[in-house]
């Protein structure tokens, strides 16, 4: 038998189909059966595969599903809270609307209804007093009630016991003739037609008219009984006399001090000759049949008012007392004598109807009478209702309360005469709070946003699933499409070979998307978009212009003077907080004149009177207005310096005032905004600009018109004139008014709270070493000197809650103190490197309080260290005030970084603590703390002379520090000694809570007030080494020692460049300090403590400094890397400063050298200078001359330096360099 190839598939075998052998394989056969069980390989393929794509389909809709839920629920809360919002922000501006208009109807009362009686008492001035009737009383009367609101007005003389005989005849004898002519009057207009016969029963058991034997009506009043009975004295007294309107026949006349109610108010009225507002008086509810004498007679008073029967609601009346005066006005004086009371009932909720329109209801009014219980009403639509007595209101709405107040607000109420009549404060205050109520709250907060909610969630769920709807269809026929592309696929791999199926299945692609792109649907789209496009690109130039000429027009502009120079040194903030708190003031008082505020540029405000609406005294009004400012500023700039620092207090303003025509309109553009334009806005900003710091400058226009207004005696002329760019030489004058009565409102020494209080005041202790007397902090002779050491304070006080915060609780039991060890000084603790804690980020300070007997010891302390300062034009509390403002302005620019350091990203861990760029110097706040306190210390005791002539002034100070630093160690000691003292045990308590902060504390002043002798060698050397060793490209120590010893370096520049600030600050602040410089070394050596006159070396010598270490140390600020653009701005203000000072020094020189001569010839003691004392060569001349020639290494001549001489070339330095890079000539 024969052996066949075994095959793949049973019907191949031929010899048992055929039933015979074959000896071969057939190879054909073979293929055609590999074909095939590769084709059914194939098919087995395709089958997971759909699988697989089914199973990621139904993946996908899972995540959409749950995309769109969580879209669903993100939008319906999104709604639901932006409706809410809505609706809570149209609540909110309703509610402001109404209680603006309820505030406003209340100021009315006192500002204009009042008025109205005030102007009836003013015309009963006339006659002999109180044997007065007032002619046509009813008919002007009744005027005055319906314009006040007040619903009764009788007049109450004032009788004299002396007067009371013949007052009483004259009442028997002359009432029955105004009774008569009241009665006819109201009569004819059935005034009383309503309710007088219902109240009368109820009055009847109140007694008949009360006369006497002889005929006469005496002053009566009832007793306990209700009878009427004669009053007996002692006077004055204040009879009923005319009354509108007549009630009764006149019952009341001749009823003594008020009717019905014993108010003191007509008394106090008539002592403090003032208006006065008497307590709420009350009554049960009812009508004026009501068995209640006082509700019956209430209820007649608004039956009355209101010509229909009225019910009284129970709601309070006041009463309203008017002086009547003797004469229209006093003769040089406000003061009047009062001959009578003229009473006036109110009804408080009578001047509240028709405040508001019908649709808002639910408004809450509390009034509050310091002589009565408060009283709540409820404003809905255009009726006031009372609710009851007490507070009422919802205590939910407490944080919505609008207040006013009349007694506090109104002064004096208007009565046409001179001075009017003022309003009484020692009487009854009257004030009114406005809440909103639920009602008021559900009229504006309805289920609309839970409406809006569920319909936006009902058609989101509506598309879901109608999405899910689709989804299936989709997937029906996708299941369709996958059948049939598996079947197409194992036909074409069935009749293909792989590589021939996949280059087709890629032909087919391409062509596909070849089609798509030349689809008509394609081209249209396009079309649209091109033509959208175009039409975005037109522009409508239809638009008229809002423009209109105004022929009569006052422009202002006004300018700080000195401000650019005084911002140089501030911090953006404390910039925007100036330039915030005097415009918003100015804006205050231009709202109040009527002064339109066109705009402000940077420090500039420009005002205009004359439009939008015409002012016929807009001249008069405008220059009221720069006035008022002008006195507004001096009152607050003394408050802003003990917040904003030194100097806030000198700025001052230059006005420019001109009258003409003025153009102005809308320009219109990205930003709109209202311009003015013309040659008159020219005018008046040359009138600024060519202006005098503290003066109101106008032009000859504007000038005319105040003295046509009356005003010459506000103008005087400039005596030069001006040249003006463009208008060439003008003529101006100054605005200078009369000082007004209370010289306050001029003198601008009004101290602002420091936040800081202590009840003892006091210096505490000081070294015995020292002579320097302690300031006392609660009564100083400089009001300039208060504010600093306020500001100080307040500056310490920040950083010392910084301080608790980290902390937490924290705490020491025990004062910490620390002494130098015997025979050390101060200059052998310096270090060369401090090393500070580890990194800790800053604590928000908000809610921390420091301890209040540590806040007053802290206010002590800074007060003691500014007593130590001497009055040296330069060395003194406010240069130590100046160095540390900018060593602060150098930290906030340090924490800054910091913290844009520590946010910026996470590519390293160095980054992320926030250390890279700062070394970590704000990580701790006690460093911070010393840091700033170094700069107001290090100057203390400053005698006006360097070092080595101090040490030779004070042998025994020289001796103590070995005629090293001695004025720097000296002003630390005695700032230690003073804070070791007992009387500030509470300070380090808060201070210190452990040896090591006390050590480091103490390190860093040490090295930060020594830090500012440039002039020890060694110490020179110690931190030339360092900057070498920390910032050297081949730094070689580790990354915490070497950020430690940056540290060192950086607070050391710190104290360094912020002794010599101004030299890196606006010209103006350089020169300030500059000439005061110059003017103790001018006095040094007028006093022989100076070897040579400043003047023949102060121009070169400022080159040199500049040259040889201020602009070098600008430089090493800027490679510190630490202070951002603060680097920048010091190193451009150096070399704009030296540049200038190159070109106008020598000028400047000849100038400060004049008025140096011209001071002491005025005063009268220009006397030859004082021979100087023979000072033998010492050790510290040789160190200090060695120490200047580090400073020199680009000078091609040597100097020279002795105690008594010096010589300098022109190359070299012509100003020797002393302690804080101070220059002196007698080292």
Same mark, same amino acid.
């Given at each position: 038998m024969f052996e066949t190839q075994p095959t793949d598939a049973e019907s191949l075998d031929i010899s048992d189909e055929f039933g015979e052998d074959d000896d071969d394989d057939d190879p054909e056969m073979a293929r055609s059966g590999a074909s095939l069980k590769s084709n059914e390989s194939k098919c087995d393929e395709n089958a997971p595969l759909a699988e697989k794509e089914t199973q990621f389909v139904s993946r996908l809709r899972e995540v959409v599903f749950g995309v769109l839920l969580v879209a669903a629920v993100l939008i319906c809360v999104s709604v639901y809270h932006m409706s809410s919002r809505s609706e809570r922000e149209e609540f909110e501006t309703y509610y402001d609307g109404a209680a603006?208009?309820?505030?406003?109807?209340?100021?009315?009362?006192?500002?204009?209804?009042?008025?109205?009686?005030?102007?009836?008492?003013?015309?009963?001035?006339?006659?002999?007093?109180?044997?007065?009737?007032?002619?046509?009383?009813?008919?002007r009367a009744a005027a005055a009630r319906q314009q006040s609101g007040a619903l009764l007005i009788h007049v109450n003389p004032i009788v004299t016991d002396e007067q009371r005989p013949q007052w009483e005849s004259f009442v028997a004898n002359a009432s029955s003739q105004w009774i008569e002519d009241a009665t006819e009057y109201q009569d004819n207009i059935e005034m009383l037609k309503f309710a007088e016969e219902a109240i009368r029963p109820n009055l009847a058991g109140m007694g008949e008219t009360v006369i006497s034997d002889?005929?006469?009506?005496?002053?009566?009043?009832?007793?306990?009984?209700?009878?009427?009975?004669?009053?007996?004295?002692?006077?004055?007294?204040?009879?009923?006399?005319?009354?509108?309107?007549?009630?009764?026949?006149?019952?009341?006349?001749?009823?003594?001090?008020?009717?019905?109610?014993?108010?003191?108010?007509?008394?106090?009225?008539?002592?403090?000759?003032?208006?006065?507002?008497?307590?709420?008086?009350?009554?049960?509810?009812?009508?004026?049949?009501?068995?209640?004498?006082?509700?019956?007679?209430?209820?007649?008073?608004?039956?009355?008012?209101?010509?229909?029967?009225?019910?009284?609601?129970?709601?309070?009346?006041?009463?309203?007392?008017?002086?009547?005066?003797?004469?229209?006005?006093?003769?040089?004086?406000?003061?009047?004598?009062?001959?009578?009371?003229?009473?006036?009932?109110?009804?408080?909720?009578?001047?509240?109807?028709?405040?508001?329109?019908?649709?808002?209801?639910?408004?809450?009014?509390?009034?509050?009478n310091s002589c009565s219980e408060s009283f709540t009403y409820e404003i809905n639509g255009p009726k006031m209702t009372a609710v009851g007595p007490s507070d009422r209101h919802d205590p939910a709405f407490d944080h919505m309360r609008r207040s006013a107040s009349l007694t506090d607000t109104i002064t004096h109420i208007a009565d046409g005469s001179k001075y009017g009549i003022p309003v009484s404060k020692e009487h009854c205050a009257i004030s009114i709070d406005v809440y909103p109520s639920q009602t008021f709250f559900y009229q504006y907060n309805t289920s609309y946003p839970l409406a809006m909610t569920i319909a936006i969630g009902s058609i989101f769920l509506f598309t879901v699933a109608i999405f899910f709807l689709y989804d299936r269809l989709v997937e029906r026929r996708q299941k369709l499409v996958m059948d049939r592309a598996v079947k197409t696929n194992a036909i074409v791999t069935s009749l293909f070979p792989e590589n021939v199926r996949d280059r087709l299945m890629q032909q087919t692609n391409v062509e596909g998307e070849k089609k798509e792109k030349e689809s008509p649907f394609n081209i249209a789209r396009s079309t649209r978009l091109r033509g959208y496009l175009q039409g975005q690109q037109e522009d409508d130039f239809d638009q008229a212009p809002i423009a209109d000429l105004f022929p009569h027009c006052t422009v202002l502009f006004a300018d700080i003077a000195g401000f650019t120079a005084w911002s140089s040194t501030r911090d953006p903030a404390q910039v925007f907080i100036l330039l915030q708190t005097l415009y918003q003031a100015f804006d205050k008082i231009a709202n109040r004149r009527k002064v339109f505020k066109v705009e402000t540029i940077g420090d500039s405000y420009v005002a205009v009177t004359g439009l939008p609406e015409p002012?016929?005294?807009?001249?008069?009004?405008?220059?009221?207005?720069?006035?008022?400012?002008?006195?507004?500023?001096?009152?607050?700039?003394p408050q802003l310096e003990s917040t904003l620092g030194p100097d806030t207090a000198d700025l001052s303003m230059r006005y420019g005032l001109h009258s003409g025509p003025v153009t102005a309109g809308v320009l219109r553009g990205e930003r709109a905004r209202f311009q003015l334009f013309g040659d008159t806005v020219n005018t008046?900003?040359?009138?600024?600009?060519?202006?005098?710091?503290?003066?109101?400058?106008?032009?000859?226009?504007?000038?005319?018109?105040?003295?046509?207004?009356?005003?010459?005696?506000?103008?005087?002329?400039?005596?030069?004139?001006?040249?003006?760019?463009?208008?060439?030489?003008?003529?101006?004058?100054?605005?200078?008014?009369?000082?007004?009565?209370?010289?306050?409102?001029?003198?601008?020494?009004?101290?602002?709270?420091t936040g800081i209080h202590t009840e003892s005041s006091g210096g505490g202790s000081v070294s015995p070493t020292t002579r320097v007397p302690v300031a006392n902090t609660s009564m100083y002779a400089d009001k300039r000197r208060e504010r600093l050491v306020n500001w100080i304070a307040d500056l310490l006080q920040e950083h010392m809650k910084q301080l608790v915060a980290t902390r937490e609780s924290a705490t020491s039991s025990v004062a910490l103190r620390y002494s130098p060890p015997e025979g050390a000084t101060s200059l052998d603790e310096v270090a060369e490197v401090i090393v500070l804690p580890g990194f800790s980020s800053e604590r928000d300070t908000r809610g921390v309080e420091v301890d209040s007997d540590v806040l007053a010891q802290l206010l002590q302390y800074v007060g003691a260290i500014a007593g130590m300062y001497h009055e040296n034009p330069f060395h003194n509390f406010e240069h130590a005030c100046h160095v540390t403002m900018?060593?602060?302005?150098?930290?906030?620019?340090?924490?800054?970084?910091?913290?844009?350091?520590?946010?910026?990203?996470?590519?390293?861990?160095?980054?992320?603590?926030g250390l890279s760029k700062t070394h970590g110097i704000h990580s701790d706040p006690l460093t911070l703390l010393a840091i700033v306190l170094s700069a107001l210390i290090h100057d203390c005791d400053?005698?006006?002379?360097?070092?080595?002539?101090?040490?030779?002034?004070?042998?025994?100070?020289?001796?103590?520090?070995?005629?090293?630093?001695?004025?720097?160690?000296?002003?630390?000691?005695?700032?230690?000694?003073?804070?070791?003292?007992?009387?500030?045990?509470?300070?380090?308590?808060?201070?210190?809570?452990?040896?090591? $902060?006390? &050590?480091?504390?103490?390190?860093? *002043? !040490?090295?930060?007030?020594?830090?500012?002798?440039?002039?020890? @060698? /060694?110490?020179?050397?110690?931190?030339?080494?360092?900057?070498?060793?920390?910032?050297?490209?081949?730094?070689?120590?580790?990354?915490?020692?070497?950020?430690?010893?940056?540290?060192?370096?950086?607070?050391?520049?710190?104290?360094?460049?912020?002794?010599?600030?101004?030299?890196?600050?606006h010209w103006h602040i350089y020169r300030k300090w500059n000439k005061r410089l110059f003017r103790e070394l001018s006095l040094a050596y007028s006093q022989g403590r100076m070897a040579k006159d400043p003047s023949e070396f102060w121009y070169q010598g400022e080159i040199g400094f500049f040259d040889n270490y201020v602009i070098p140390l600008a430089k090493k600020l800027k490679d510190c890397q630490v202070f951002g653009v603060s680097s920048d701005e010091c190193l451009d203000?150096?070399?704009?400063?030296?540049? $200038?000072? &190159?070109?106008?020094?020598?000028? *400047? !020189?000849?100038?400060?050298?004049?008025?140096?001569?011209?001071? @002491? /010839?005025?005063?009268?003691?220009?006397?030859?200078?004082?021979?100087?004392?023979?000072?033998?060569?010492?050790?510290?001349?040789?160190?200090s001359t060695k120490n200047h020639e580090s400073f020199q290494e680009s000078n091609t001549e040597a100097m020279t330096l002795s105690m008594?001489?010096?010589?300098?070339?022109?190359?070299?330095?012509s100003i020797i360099f002393d302690d804080h890079g101070r220059r002196c000539v007698d080292c």
């Open positions: 603006e208009r309820v505030m406003q109807t209340f100021y009315d009362i006192g500002t204009s209804k009042l008025g109205a009686v005030s102007s009836l008492g003013l015309a009963s001035v006339s006659g002999n007093w109180p044997f007065v009737i007032v002619e046509r009383f009813q008919q002889n005929g006469t009506m005496p002053i009566w009043d009832y007793n306990s009984d209700l009878t009427k009975e004669p009053v007996r004295g002692p006077g004055p007294y204040m009879p009923v006399w005319q009354t509108s309107p007549l009630l009764l026949g006149g019952l009341d006349v001749n009823k003594n001090a008020v009717v019905n109610f014993d108010e003191p108010g007509a008394n106090v009225s008539y002592h403090t000759e003032s208006l006065v507002i008497g307590g709420f008086q009350t009554a049960p509810e009812g009508g004026v049949d009501s068995k209640n004498v006082y509700t019956s007679l209430f209820a007649l008073l608004l039956s009355v008012a209101n010509n229909e029967s009225s019910h009284y609601s129970g709601a309070p009346f006041s009463q309203v007392f008017f002086p009547v005066y003797e004469t229209y006005q006093a003769e040089g004086a406000p003061s009047r004598k009062p001959v009578a009371i003229m009473t006036a009932w109110i009804q408080w909720c009578g001047y509240f109807d028709n405040v508001l329109p019908s649709t808002m209801k639910g408004i809450y009014v509390i009034f509050h002012q016929e005294m807009h001249a008069v009004i405008m220059a009221r207005f720069a006035i008022e400012t002008q006195r507004k500023l001096n009152q607050i700039l008046a900003a040359r009138m600024e600009s060519n202006g005098i710091k503290g003066k109101i400058q106008v032009s000859q226009s504007t000038r005319d018109l105040l003295v046509e207004a009356g005003k010459a005696s506000w103008v005087t002329p400039r005596p030069d004139p001006i040249k003006a760019k463009g208008k060439g030489v003008l003529k101006t004058y100054f605005v200078e008014p009369p000082a007004p009565k209370d010289e306050s409102l001029l003198s601008g020494h009004h101290s602002a709270s900018a060593c602060n302005k150098f930290m906030q620019r340090i924490v800054d970084e910091d913290v844009e350091s520590a946010e910026a990203s996470d590519e390293s861990e160095e980054q992320g603590s400053h005698r006006g002379v360097s070092n080595a002539r101090l040490a030779v002034e004070d042998e025994a100070l020289g001796c103590k520090y070995k005629n090293q630093s001695v004025a720097e160690q000296n002003s630390l000691d005695l700032a230690w000694d003073l804070l070791m003292g007992d009387d500030y045990e509470a300070l380090r308590l808060c201070l210190f809570t452990t040896e090591a $902060e006390l &050590k480091r504390f103490r390190q860093v *002043l !040490v090295n930060m007030v020594l830090a500012t002798d440039i002039f020890d @060698k /060694e110490l020179n050397d110690l931190r030339r080494k360092r900057w070498e060793k920390a910032f050297s490209a081949d730094c070689k120590v580790s990354h915490e020692e070497n950020r430690d010893l940056r540290n060192t370096i950086v607070i050391e520049h710190i104290i360094q460049a912020s002794d010599v600030s101004h030299t890196m600050q203000y150096a070399i704009q400063n030296r540049d $200038e000072w &190159k070109e106008k020094g020598e000028a *400047l !020189v000849e100038q400060m050298k004049d008025e140096i001569r011209a001071e @002491k /010839e005025k005063r009268g003691s220009f006397t030859s200078q004082a021979p100087l004392r023979p000072e033998p060569t010492t050790n510290v001349a040789l160190a008594t001489s010096f010589e300098t070339s022109s190359a070299s330095l």
